[in-house]
């Protein structure tokens, strides 16, 4: 079966020892979770988690109603293949000389990204994109010297309203 | 006296029914072990925490409801892991209780501080951790509502001294809960008749979860109807009588030549309440090569999970039986029946004693000497086989063994669970040696309350299924698999109070077990069997059901 990224979003009681459930279900059938981010939801008292896994193409299926079982899981969604908005966000710094400073500048403007800081031999800055997006812009700066890289893993929302 | 978290949690226990409770206190369980001298329930002290891990499961397997046991913070919490574990992998409903530190020394390795829900997690349903006095009651409902609905399980509820110890006022009423039943999806149910009702060849797959979803009298039902011979797993025996003629016997690794065969030569199986563990079906891709599979469980988990399945039903087994049953069309299947009888024929005439040699021999005589309802509880290796293979099981509730977790040292234990369960009923363990000595401290509780039960030690002085690997898989190189003959099992267990004597299994045991049927209280039978005493058929490692050997 063919190896695929997903994208899977859980609603979940917001309460103690519910990420490290969440976490078992993939820990004890081998699957490793590739980006994890977690927040509270509109509703303080339910915390929305998506987190992105590779593996086979049954790995949802299986996994969701694994998922499912535990008490605290309220629902789980699989994003993935779904039409929804995905997008992650991402801080470089990155070393800053005068041979690389007018090119670096210059593809940040075209890349759409933001400078959030910049000292003479250092620049941050932030982009927010899709994964696919957001890798790209990593590998285009790489060569120029990353300091340091952070970045939230992605998050998803429906293009449509839904039920539920 | 002001009323205190310890009384809520009786006061709620005996709201969800429990008579009995089985346990080990230390300092942290004091104030409920002090608060149970004004509750009704009874509480049994064992001697190990296993034990009475062991024992609530037993309890819960002989009698259907929930099982709960007791234990201290770190230690006595840790010692009852492997019975959690053992509950949870047979799906037994259970809520065990463990104390737990003062909640303000939390997380600073107090004495006897252990993170009991994080060593838990993967082998409970679900736990509680109680953060406050007022939410005893609702932790615990919901925790007896998860351990005996859906795939039932071991619930854990982990509660602090300070807690137990706090004062409180009365808490409020259980909510009722109105239960509405339906089925979901009838097509699905349509679907598998009409495939039962085309095929030529077919077999039931009968697990455990039959039991569980108290659905034997339905199965029963649906054999009648359907005139369809079925094999069960290990978990399953019993659901439908060992005698009744559509019985193939139990499929897998140890389970009968006839059930493996027929299943491989089947063109449609039907699961129902079986997991399809490779214990059962070997290499899984060489299983029932032929057939369509349906499967029924209550656990959408279940489903699919090891084999592909063609026709699912995710439900209660009982509700689906009963709209199953009626869209059966019984027909015949005379060319399927008759391959059937020729193969039992030739089959059993080629197993003496059922495989299981003078082992065997010796507990079809113990089940002779012992009344009809009579509930058996084998340990784990060959005397576990043994029995398996010969008891005939006349009732769902007869046969207590630890299938999924293969724990040596439960059958003691949890025959002691089972005979505090069912009062009425004789209780008779069967046991290797090397089970025998790893909870052979419950003698002690056996002794004290003066349970009549009765426990055949086979002894071969080996770890005899680990020989019977060595033997055939190893080359016959023995190592670590004796245990030999030095210890006076009679001697100990007099020792602890309880009359014994020894046979020999080739000489007659009939008198000594005669003896040990007629006994008012507990005895014990040490039976001496041949270390080369083994079990065939067997299915070697890497083999498909239909390779079993028949020695060496
Ligand atoms: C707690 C535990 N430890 C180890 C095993 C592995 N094991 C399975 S069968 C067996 C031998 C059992 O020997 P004995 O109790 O003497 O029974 P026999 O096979 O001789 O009937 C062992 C060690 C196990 N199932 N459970």
């Known amino acids: ?164 | 006296m002001d009323t205190i978290g310890a009384d809520i949690v009786l006061k709620t226990l005996a709201e969800e029914g429990v008579d009995v409770i089985f346990g080990y206190p230390g300092a942290n369980t004091l104030p409920l072990n002090d608060r149970l001298a004004d509750s009704p329930i009874r509480h049994y002290l064992m001697r190990h925490e296993q034990a009475a891990a062991h024992a609530a499961d037993g309890y819960a397997r002989a009698t259907g409801k929930v099982g709960v046991c007791l234990s201290t913070s770190g230690p006595g919490a840790t010692n009852m892991v492997t019975g959690i574990a053992t509950a949870y992998m047979d799906s037994t409903p259970m809520v065990a209780i463990t104390a737990q530190v003062n909640s303000d020394l939390w997380g600073r390795d107090a004495f006897q501080e252990t993170d009991i829900i994080g060593i838990t997690m993967p082998i409970t349903k679900h736990s509680f951790m109680v953060r406050d006095v007022n939410q005893i009651a609702s932790s615990l409902r919901q925790a007896f509502q998860l351990a005996s609905t859906g795939r039932p399980g071991p619930v854990l509820v982990d509660i602090p001294k300070d807690i137990l110890s706090a004062r409180c006022g009365d808490q409020p009423k259980k909510a009722p809960t109105a239960a509405t039943k339906r089925i979901a999806n009838p097509e699905q149910i349509e679907r598998i008749a009409q495939a039962l009702n085309r095929s030529e060849r077919p077999v039931l797959i009968i697990g455990g979860g039959v039991k569980l979803g108290d659905a034997c009298v339905q199965m029963s039902e649906l054999v009648q109807r359907a005139q369809v011979p079925f094999v069960t797993t290990m978990m399953g025996i019993g659901s439908v009588s060992s005698a009744n003629g559509f019985n193939l016997g139990f499929i897998g690794t140890h389970g009968n030549e006839l059930a493996n065969r027929m299943i491989h030569q089947s063109d449609f199986i039907l699961a129902l309440g079986a997991r399809f563990t490779e214990r059962s079906t070997s290499v899984i891709s060489e299983f029932a090569p032929l057939a369509t599979v349906a499967q029924i469980d209550i656990d959408p988990t279940s489903i699919g999970k090891n084999i592909k399945v063609d026709l699912p039903f995710v439900g209660d087994i009982q509700e689906a039986l009963a709209a199953l049953i009626p869209l059966i069309v019984p027909r015949e299947r005379d060319a399927w029946l008759e391959r059937i009888r020729t193969d039992r024929q030739t089959l059993e005439e080629k197993l003496i004693d059922g495989g299981c040699g003078q082992a065997g021999t010796l507990i079809r005589k113990i089940q002779a000497a012992m009344p009809r309802e009579t509930i058996v509880v084998p340990d784990v290796g060959l005397n576990q086989i043994w029995t398996v293979r010969t008891w005939q099981s006349h009732s769902p509730r007869s046969l207590l063994t630890s299938g999924g977790m293969g724990t040596m040292g439960f059958s003691v234990p949890a025959a002691i669970g089972a005979r505090v369960g069912a009062p009425d009923r004789d209780v008779v363990v069967i046991c290797g040696d090397g089970g025998f000595y790893m909870n052979i401290q419950e003698l002690a509780t056996i002794s004290y309350y003066r349970l009549p039960i009765k426990i055949v030690v086979i002894n071969n002085g080996h770890l005899g299924m680990i020989r019977q690997m060595q033997d055939l898989f190893y080359d016959a190189r023995f190592t670590t698999s004796d245990l030999g003959d030095r210890v006076d099992l009679v001697a100990v267990a007099r020792g602890f109070g309880i009359p014994a004597e020894r046979v020999a299994v080739d000489e007659d045991p009939a008198e000594a077990i005669a003896r040990m049927g007629s006994a008012e209280g507990p005895y014990m039978v040490e039976a001496m069997v041949d270390p080369d005493n083994y079990v065939y058929p067997i299915i070697p490692p890497g083999a498909s059901n239909v390779e079993m050997i028949s020695g060496k």
């Open chain 1, 1 to 164: 079966m063919a190896i695929e990224e997903h994208i899977i979003s859980l609603l979940v009681n917001n309460q103690p020892g519910v990420l490290s459930r969440i976490a078992g279900v993939f820990s004890s059938r081998g699957y490793n979770i590739r980006s994890l981010c977690v927040a509270e939801t509109t509703n303080p008292e339910v915390s929305r988690i998506t987190l992105t896994s590779r593996a086979e193409s049954d790995f949802t299926e299986k996994i969701k109603k694994q998922l499912d079982k535990l008490v605290d899981v309220i629902s789980v969604t699989d994003f993935t293949g779904a039409p929804a908005v995905q997008r992650e966000l991402m801080l470089i710094s990155l070393r800053l000389t005068p041979e690389n400073r007018k090119e670096v500048l210059r593809a940040i403007d075209l890349f759409g990204c933001r400078v959030v800081a910049m000292s003479e031999e250092c620049l941050i800055m932030e982009i927010t994109a899709n994964k696919d997006k957001t890798a790209a812009i990593l590998k285009y700066f790489e060569p120029f010297g990353v300091v340091e890289m952070n970045r939230t893993g992605a998050i998803a929302v429906f293009r449509q309203a839904r039920e539920g």
